[in-house]
């Protein structure tokens, strides 16, 4: 038994943030089901290093570049052929779980998060296209996001909502899965077979926190490396009012509790909290900052391999992520005190998340047109 099979004990379970087709064909990924992962999450970046880097796609590149295909068209059959052999891969996960592990993910176009119509249309017809129940889909948290994502939802389509960095936007989305749910069941839909992460970013946050503080030219050393953490704490203690009941600051809008409690009754399960960019972004912090102090019921880590063998060699296993609440509030108010705008950085934060997707997007369509070019001098 490995750390990640004692996080699953405690109920946290442990997905893979990687993907590639040498994972998938040459064992990486199978070992790592042995040793307790049990989803993968995908997303432009991660699709770009993959396919870039090396030549484990140039066959089926010369085989789907034929003709006159755009370079998205090129990028998505590679890609879901990826996603494909993940989904059947972890089919026994999802299998012998009972549909709460198993999944994939995989991204609509980051250039879509803006654009709510476009972004509902493209979920319906990537979860359609791939064809696997243990799929989910991930939309951005973005203003124009929320809507698409319960438009999703009331369709049956599994989400994994992304670019999360606050719990007020935390909250959108639970209100999101909510109202999505109520949608689709009175329309006559099976609510226990739709899936929902919410993915929350953690190491990202205290790299832009900590440059606010400094730049306050005040003491605060003892509040560097503090706020990624406080702040999951804090969304979290926010999941599970809404969800459970739990007591807490304040009241839960619109009766979401009583609303999600009918839900349950019908099979619906809560929309797990994933905490997401979970390595370690500065080196003077610990490896597992990020691990460590997040275990907990109903949630997910998703892990790049590093901090997998990290967590499997290192890691101290324990429940965490409900201890010192209250010292997680403090912190907060701490970084009011001295000055720093909380919600200015995690908006900021949001915005550069789609930018970066949105980038390694472009720098992926444009090594495939270079890659299309050098098969047509090759002909």
């Known amino acids: 038994m490995t750390n990640l099979h004692k996080m699953f004990d405690l109920g946290q379970s442990v997905w893979c943030d990687s993907i590639s087709r040498a994972m998938l064909t040459g064992g990486p990924m199978k070992k790592m089901i042995d040793d307790g992962v049990v989803g993968v999450t995908s997303n432009p970046t991660i699709f770009m290093n993959a396919i870039t880097k090396g030549h484990d796609y140039d066959e089926q590149f010369a085989d789907v570049a034929n003709g006159d295909r755009s370079p998205r068209k090129i990028f998505e059959l590679l890609a879901l052929e990826d996603i494909r052999r993940a989904a059947d891969l972890f089919r026994p996960v999802f299998d012998r779980t009972k549909g709460l592990d198993g999944y994939i993910s995989y991204e609509v176009d980051p250039h879509l998060a803006y ?170 912090y610990h490896e597992l900052l990020y691990v460590d102090n997040l275990i907990g019921p109903e949630t997910v880590n998703t892990m790049p391999i590093p901090t997998i063998e990290g967590t499997i060699a290192r890691g101290k296993v324990a429940l965490t992520l409900e201890q010192d609440l209250p010292g997680a509030k403090n912190i907060m108010k701490e970084l009011a005190a001295v000055g720093v705008d909380f919600d200015e950085v995690t908006e900021q934060l949001r915005s550069d998340g789609v930018e970066l997707f949105a980038k390694s997007f472009d720098d992926l369509m444009a090594n495939i047109v270079q890659k299309q070019k050098e098969l047509a001098t090759v002909g």
Do not use: C
């Open 115 to 284: 654009n709510t119509r476009e972004t509902l249309s493209e979920a319906k017809r990537l979860f359609k296209e791939i064809g696997k129940p243990n799929v989910l889909i991930k939309i951005p948290a973005t203003d124009e996001g929320l809507p698409a994502i319960e438009g999703a939802l009331a369709e049956g389509v599994n989400i994994n909502i992304t670019l999360i960095f606050s719990p007020k936007v935390h909250e959108q989305v639970m209100t999101a899965y909510i109202k999505g749910l109520e949608k689709f069941a009175a329309a006559g839909g099976d609510v226990s077979r739709v899936a929902s992460v919410a993915s929350f970013f953690v190491s990202r946050v205290d790299t832009l926190a900590d440059e606010h503080l400094k730049r306050t030219g005040k003491k605060v050393d003892h509040l560097l490396g503090k706020s990624a953490n406080a702040n999951a704490k804090i969304a979290y203690a926010r999941f599970k009012q809404i969800f459970h009941g739990a007591p807490g600051d304040q009241p839960v809008p619109d009766n979401l509790t009583e609303r999600f409690k009918k839900l349950a009754a019908e099979g619906a399960r809560v929309q797990r909290p994933l905490w997401a960019s979970t390595s370690t972004k500065n080196k003077d």
